[in-house]
């Protein structure tokens, strides 16, 4: 039984294959959060909590002149506010009479078979054989109508508890949330170190470890995506915990908005961890009867270090975040025309692109920005999803017959949530633009923001989208988001749901792309937002892989794609091979180990193949081979950190599920005089099973590999990569 319940009702306990978590109604009805960690037998653990008179930590009535029971020191589940916990609160209400104060206590609770799902947002699903179980626990407000359910999911095999809460104001007047978080969980004891992952455009998802102390750590968004700043995304662990060794618990937002995560230690040692929508801007009205449901947190814990908690990361976001056609089929490789002509391409130049590339054996074309419209420049035509026929000479729709008469696939490039006030949408429609009433829009890329709350918006999107679709029967739309999002006004709502709109921003985005994967099932969606600014648990419910970052530069990648393996699988991460000296970085790598670095993700190509000797082209007939060849590694394997970045000799890996193969890639990111050797990791292969390796041809036992590793014979280059296959003999 996943979801352990004591006789008298009051204990629970959550059980996955290796961890616990446990939770408790107390005498006063507090939910108390009594223990997650390493698997335990589920037995109360109530006596945890030390009782004292902390001193200025106030006492709910009910305790009487018991001074040492107080709000403001305990372990919970559902902290109020306003009513005597001083620590961050998770849900904040505003009442009728104006007053601020949040009470909840347990009321009852409830068992569903299966994983249960939020309506209009991303959640972890069952798949046929296996059936998660859902715990729900409704909480009372002691003074107001208000009921807030809590959510816990438990995904056993994957080692994941998803949490989320839906508050409900069952009375007659309005209620305003102010605040609504998804999770909070509070530590009774220890020291704790938190990774995050910070970035910027072209740099995205750098990890970052700092020690957990009294004064807050917190990262989130406030730009209407979860952002290139912050990934939506933390780890929480011991400061001891290396990739190895050592308890890590995993937060990771199923969310592509604003965000608020973070840790803090309290006056008595506890740590206090949270993640859900930023309260900046955030204010909803809950009319008499209405109810709000906050996005999925994906919590997860190991005990054996960081490539645990990957491994069980990247199980559940294949198994059950990924949903469609391309949940587990191969993905065709691509070539992408952004970085070999940018806008400057008319028909002749992408059906060349085209020929070449098939010849070569690349699967499917994609044809980026520029298409539509007015569009020559990044400063106009965006909203105008109309061919520009002169242009691409024709209609989409014989552009279209002309790819796939090559037998390839057809991708093409959207970014529906924006508009150019150069753009005859504007023209027709200025207020679907967000702007306020008075105040000039603040402009990025020179564009502007749909209000993709409103009907009529996503109404004309899906026409326009699915009629080009349609029309030229595309295979993959990469839909793209180029700004952050500010000037919030909702022509059509009242002022005091104002505050409610970046959420009904996010949810406009998910429904539009629902109703489109619904109507065309077999449609392959590409997340970008410049790159890795939308790089989420909620993005990938709908488009398996997203644009991992602008960035192509072979040697940056390793950075990137290191920072975002720690939570998302490798077959997600859109990776290509791109020119050199490459666009962003004027670094010259050699093509072998651009290719080495995107075979690690969803493998294409970004370049004028007019521009590539025949030597490199014979390379990209090996790569595809090499792709193919690793794909089940790649895409569906256990994944290694082997190193980390600023390390001279780069290295990663892959182990098949059942052990019988393994990869590692090895980039030499710098080099000196008078070389001394290098030595390259090898993890997770069979002890007691034989493995030969590619490099070398030796076989050793699995154990000899693990622990033992590879030393080359010949040190590497500058920027030299080799692609190390080990299989059981
Ligand atoms: C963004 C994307 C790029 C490309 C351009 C087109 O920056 O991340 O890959 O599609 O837009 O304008």
Sequence with gaps: ???????????????????????????????????YGRKIAAENLEERIFRSDVGFAGNPPEAGEDRTYSLDVLPQELPG??????????????????SCAADFRFESYEVQEGAYRIPGLPAAYDTGEEKGETLVITMRETASAVKVKLYYGVFEKENVITRTVCIENQGKEAVILDKALSCNVDFL?????????????????????????????????????????????????????????????????????????????????LTRVQMGIHPVQFRYTLAAGEAFFAPQVLMSYSSEGFTGLTHQYHDLIREHICRGAYKHAKRPVLINNWEATYFDFDKEKIVKIAQQAHELGIEMLVLDDGWFGKRDSDNSGLGDWYTN????????????????????????????EMINEDSDLYRAHPDWALRIPGREPNRGRDQLVLDMSRSEVREYLYER???????????????????????LFGHELPPERMGELYHRF?????????????????????????????????????????????NTDAINRL????????????????????????????????FTTRGHVALSGTFGYELDLNLVSAEEKQMVKEQLAEFDRYYELTHEGDYYRLAKPGEALMAWGFVAKDQSRAMVTVVSTDVEGNPLAQHVSVKGLAEGRNYRCSYNGIVHDGSVWNNCGLTLKKVLKEYESLLIEWTEV
């Design 1 to 35: 039984m996943a979801i352990q319940i004591s006789s008298d009702g009051c204990t629970f306990t959550l059980q996955t294959e290796k961890s616990s978590y446990q939770m408790m109604a107390d005498a006063h009805d507090v939910l108390l959060h009594l223990y």
């Design 81 to 98: 506010s306003g009513v005597g916990d001083y620590r961050e609160d998770m849900v904040r209400l505003y009442h009728a009479d104006g």
């Design 189 to 269: 004891f220890g020291n704790w170190d938190l990774i995050y992952f910070e970035g910027r455009h072209v740099m995205e998802r750098i990890p970052e470890r700092v020690p957990v102390r009294h004064a807050k750590v917190e990262i989130g968004s406030i730009r209407g995506t979860s952002s290139h700043q912050y990934n939506p995304a933390m780890i929480l662990c011991d400061p001891a915990a290396t990739e190895d060794f050592g308890s890590c618990y995993g937060f990771c937002f199923a969310y592509s908005g604003n965000f608020v995560a973070g840790a803090q230690k309290d006056q008595i040692g």
């Design 389 to 416: 026929e002169k242009k691409m000479d024709g209609t989409m729709g014989e552009l279209g017959d002309e790819i796939h008469a090559l037998g390839m696939k057809f991708g093409l490039w959207f970014e529906p």
């Design 465 to 487: 989208i699915s009629s080009i679709l349609n029309e030229a029967k595309i295979d993959y739309v990469k839909w793209d988001m180029n700004r952050s999002v500010c000037d």
């Design 506 to 550: 996010v949810l406009g985005v998910y429904e539009l792309k629902e109703r489109l994967l619904a109507h065309f099932p077999q449609l392959l969606l590409e997340g970008c937002s410049g790159g890795g600014g939308r790089f989420d648990a909620g993005m990938l419910y709908y488009a398996p892989q997203i644009w991992c970052s602008d």
């Design 559 to 590: 950075t990137i794609q290191y920072g975002t393996s720690f939570f998302y699988p490798a077959g997600t991460m859109g990776a290509h091979v791109s020119a050199v000296p490459n666009h962003q970085t004027g670094r010259v790598t050699p």
